[in-house]
Structures are given as C-alpha cells and as structure tokens.
C-alpha cells in the first residue's frame, strides 16, 4: 500500500497537460512520464482518461496535434500548445492557486 | 471531408496513437528486464480497455455528434423517401378512382343516350300511328263515298256503223258530277244545258283554233249532216 500513488485531482489533468506542454510538443506517452517525473513520481496518470483528454483539448482549440517522429524512430501524434491553449493555462493556474490556496488556508498551513 | 473518411481517418489516428503508447510501453518495460512478451501484456493492461479508450476519444473529437447528425441525415432521407411512396400510392389510387368515375359517367352517359333514343323512337312510332289512323280514317270515308260498280252500270256499246262509212268515234268518258256518276258522251260535254264551265272542253275544239266560240251542236245545227251522222240527231245515253 506504501507505493500507491494518489489519484489527480478531478479537473486537474487538463491543467497538467497544458503545463507539461509549455515546454514544447509533445506526444501522448511522453506527457504521462513527463507528468509522473516532474511529480517526483507521486502522480501517476490514468493513461486510459490521457488520449481523451488531449482529443478533448484539441477539439476546444486549446491544442493542435501533429504526426511527427518520435526518439524511437516510431510514427507519434505530438500535441503543441496554442494560443489560445496558453491564455487557458494561466486561468486555470490562476484558478489553481486560489483553490490549493484556500485548501491550505482551512488546513492551516498557509501563511497567514 | 465526409462523415465516412473521417470516421475511419479518426479512428485509425487513434489505434495508431494508442498502438504508439503500447509499443513506448513495452520497450520501457522490457528495458527493465521484462520479456518483451510480459511487458506487451502488462503494457496493455496498464492502459486499460481500448475499445472503451477509443470510444471516448470518438466522443471526445465529436464523432458522436457527427455520427448523430448523419442519423438524422438518414432519418429524414428515409423519411422523404417513404413520404415520396406514399405520394406516388396515393397519386396512383387518384389516377385509378379518376378512371374509374369516367367510365361511370360513360356508362351513365350511354344509358341516357339509349332511353332519350328509345323515348324518341316511342314518340316517332306515335305519331306514325297517329298518323296511318288519320289516313285510315280518310280512306275509309272515301270507301263510303266512292260508286259500286253496279251503280256506273255497263259500258255502252258503240252503236254500229252503217256499211261503208266510216267507224264513228265516239268518246265516253266517265265523268263525276258531284256525288252523280254517270257515263256520258264525249260530244254531250258541250252540250247546251250544261253548267257553264262544268265541262271540259273538247279535244276537237281545242285543236281547231278560234272556232270554239260555237258548241258542236250549234255546228251541226247549221251545217248538214256529216255522212257519219246521217240522222243529225245527238245520243244521249
């Protein structure tokens, strides 16, 4: 039980992806590591709600996809951000931090 | 691009996408020391279903609300077809009563051609009938009228002429005075005593040019005998 890994948060993979994307395109395998590294592999996304979540992005504009190559000579969708992708990272950021904000101030870690 | 080439544009992206996680899967557990054949197999199973995966994806990129709006594209399509059957059911059913309501009126039509014919004959056949009564009538008013025989009586005989002379002509003709019927001579037509314009006039007078102002008997009376006639007298039968 030691090495369960919490679940994401509803809501909280679309901000994770979005960020993980401000570095650069990146296919759909890649984002999930990348997710699970910068998390000091504590966060471990469900790579079944993964795919639908980047065709959800792409849909609203958020992200566009292209077929490119990947390290392992294999043919990979990579996922950029847009414009529009970015103006949503920072409002749901901005929303983030005012919620995590509000959690820590009830749990009374928050610096008061 | 149709609904069709993207469905299946759509959902080979996402196999190929998915076949791409399973294989970067594999290899990454494989680099750990599992066997390629565990690792592909524990690879999918982290994944998790993949037909519900790509389901969700479909629904995701809006696949379903395309595959909704091309029902309704076959709804109504199938709908105007059945409303164009029936259309065409109906307009035949129209056309058949329309035939079948002219040949009533032919009929009909016929049936009244036939009875005004045969009132026509009826009243045609009437007024024949009238009419050979009518003549019926008159024809037996005239039988009641007209003479026996018996009561004209025989011809005269011609009186014979003396030996030598010539044969007498005489003409007798049957004459109608009224309701008197009688043989008379034809000389008696001139005869004095006569009802004036009664008679008519004799052929001899009549071919002899402007003496027929004097009757034949006055002629005679002037005038000797004709050898024909050696006593001068008249006949009157």
């Known amino acids: ?112 | 691009m149709s609904a069709r080439a993207w469905r299946r544009d759509d959902e080979v992206e996402i196999d190929l996408e998915l076949e791409f996680h399973v294989a970067e899967a594999t290899d990454e557990l494989v680099a750990q020391g599992v066997p390629r054949e565990v690792a592909r197999e524990r690879a999918l199973a982290k994944l998790g279903n993949v037909s519900r995966i790509r389901a969700e994806c479909r629904r995701a990129r809006g696949g379903d609300e395309i595959m909704v709006v091309r029902l309704q594209w076959c709804a109504i399509a199938l709908l105007a077809l059945a409303l164009g059957i029936l259309g065409l059911h109906w307009n035949a059913q129209r056309k058949e009563h329309e035939l079948e309501l002219a040949y009533l009126r032919v009929e009909l039509a016929s049936e009244r051609l036939a009875a005004s014919e045969r009132e026509l004959a009826v009243r045609t056949a009437a007024r024949l009938l009238e009419r050979v009564e009518a003549g019926a009538g008159v024809l037996g008013r005239l039988v009641e009228r007209a003479p026996s025989p018996s009561d004209i009586g025989p011809a005269p005989a011609a009186p014979a002429a003396p030996e030598g002379a010539l044969m007498p002509v005489t003409v007798q003709m049957f004459q109608l005075w009224g309701d008197d019927l009688r043989w008379v001579d034809y000389d008696e037509l001139d005869a004095p005593g006569q009802p004036e314009g009664s008679a008519p006039a004799p052929l001899e007078t009549q071919r002899s040019g402007g003496e027929h102002s004097a009757p034949p008997s006055a002629r005679q009376s002037d005038e000797p005998a004709a050898p024909t006639d050696p006593d001068g007298e008249h006949r009157e039968r």
């Open chain 1, 1 to 112: 039980m030691a090495d369960r890994k919490p679940e994401l948060l509803p809501g909280t993979l679309d901000l994770l992806v979005l960020r993980t994307l401000q570095a650069g395109p990146q296919h759909g395998f890649g984002i999930a590591r990348e997710i699970q590294r910068r998390s000091g592999e504590v966060l471990a996304v469900e790579e079944g709600s993964l795919y639908p979540a980047l065709h959800r992005l792409e849909r609203r504009g958020s992200i566009e996809a292209e077929w490119g190559t990947s390290d392992s000579n294999r043919k990979a969708r990579f996922y950029s951000l847009t414009r529009a992708g970015r103006t949503e990272l920072r409002r749901q950021t901005e929303e983030w931090m005012r919620l995590s904000g509000a959690v820590q101030s009830v749990l009374g870690l928050g610096a008061s």
